[in-house]
């Protein structure tokens, strides 16, 4: 009776089988950012700690990774932690404000900034160990782990905080090529080196989050960004996604190196497959749509399912994280609706 809903369905491994471009008996579903703020359950157990702390204690870190599974019923269980979680273990002075995002005690960014930084290493880490392998032996779907691509991160260090444009970030790679090298490089090895733990832990799926890719060209994507989330993807020896958003300008580049592309909410699924033939698609849930009646939400669900058969194969998620106001109940409906309807 204890036993996850997958696994009474015998769906353990639609999600690994999806990342492999194994079409299921029906389409996996899971949600980035379904740990954390639209739960009730998790802010009352994120009461009296830091988001930092919270991700660094294992009982804790593990008991909000799981909570969206038991509720929801979901097919992949995206561990709790965040992008900078590996800067901080590594030692660098930084913190995650409320309302606001990641900031650094100073932003990285004359050539001594980031030889200053990049004598930090991350050797290992037992919290994420631990917290991975309660996961692992709780759960009956599997754990996915993430890191933040180089660019995402670099574009927080150079400011120090979060920013619109990226425009210190963007302008570093032209003024000081060698120093973007240096910072990238230093980037793309700490996130790996996440990554390798995560599944040396037991994660069994990787999905590299580039979310401000979409501020770049396509000639510095490819030249000053694209290299590096290689190498940072390249670590890993589970199937991995790579995720941006606002990217539509170079989805076949970002596919180019991940098992699987992430999809954001701006393009529709079967226009994505066109474009990269064979590639297996995860996505794109409008999360606006996250809070229209149910009938227009179910509408662009089917919507979406349907694109997605032109993949070969398809995990269905949002095109971007929840929204903090999310109606938990809503995320529960959608992944009940697609484990009846399929
Ligand atoms: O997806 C999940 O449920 C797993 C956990 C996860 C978090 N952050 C937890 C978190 C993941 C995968 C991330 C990745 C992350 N972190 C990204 C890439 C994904 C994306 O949304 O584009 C980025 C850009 C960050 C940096 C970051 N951390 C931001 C912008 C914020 C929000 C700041 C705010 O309060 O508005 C965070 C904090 C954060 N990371 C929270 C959670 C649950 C909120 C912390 C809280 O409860 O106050």
Not at 97 to 123: C, M, N, W, Y
Not at 266 to 287: C, F, H, S, T, Y
Request: hydrophobic share 40%; aromatic share 6%.
């Amino acid at each position: 009776a204890s036993r996850s809903t997958s696994s009474e369905n015998g769906h353990v491994h639609l999600l690994n089988d999806a990342a492999r471009g194994i079409r299921g008996e029906r389409v996996p579903v899971w949600f980035m950012r379904q740990a954390g703020r639209s739960l009730p359950e998790y802010r009352k157990l994120r009461e009296n700690t830091n988001m930092l702390d919270a991700c660094l204690t294992p009982e804790l870190a593990a008991e909000i990774t799981m909570q969206p599974v038991r509720r929801h019923g979901v097919d992949g269980a995206v561990f709790f932690s965040d992008i900078v979680i590996p800067l901080k273990i590594a030692g660098i002075d930084v913190d995650i404000k409320p309302g606001v995002g990641p900031v650094f005690g100073r932003p990285v960014q004359s050539a001594a900034d980031i030889t200053e930084l990049t004598s930090h290493t991350l050797e290992d880490s037992p919290e994420i160990r631990e917290a991975i392998g309660i996961c692992v032996q709780e759960l009956d779907v599997p754990v996915l782990g993430f890191g933040g691509a180089p660019f995402t991160l670099a574009a927080y260090m150079v400011e120090g905080r979060p920013s619109r444009d990226h425009l210190g970030a963007r302008a570093l790679m032209h003024a000081d090529p060698a120093s973007w090298d240096r910072l990238m490089t230093w980037a793309a090895d700490i996130t790996g080196r996440f990554l390798e733990i995560q599944i040396e832990a037991g994660a069994s799926v990787v999905q590299l989050f580039d979310s401000w890719a979409g501020s770049l060209s396509v000639a510095d994507y490819e030249s000053k960004v694209l290299p590096y989330s290689k190498l940072a993807l390249e670590r890993a020896t589970v199937p991995t996604i790579h995720f941006g958003t606002g990217t539509s300008l170079f989805l076949e580049q970002m596919a180019s190196c991940a098992d699987v592309l992430g999809v954001d909410y701006r393009m529709p699924l079967d226009e994505v497959a066109r474009r990269v033939p064979g590639k297996p698609l995860q996505g794109n849930i409008d999360p606006a749509l996250l809070a229209a009646p149910w009938s227009v939400l179910e509408e662009h669900i089917d919507a979406v399912l349907a694109a997605g058969r032109a993949a070969p194969s398809h995990i269905l998620n949002l095109g971007h994280g929840v929204p903090p106001t999310t109606d938990p109940d809503v995320l529960t409906r959608i992944v009940s609706y697609v484990k009846q309807t399929l």
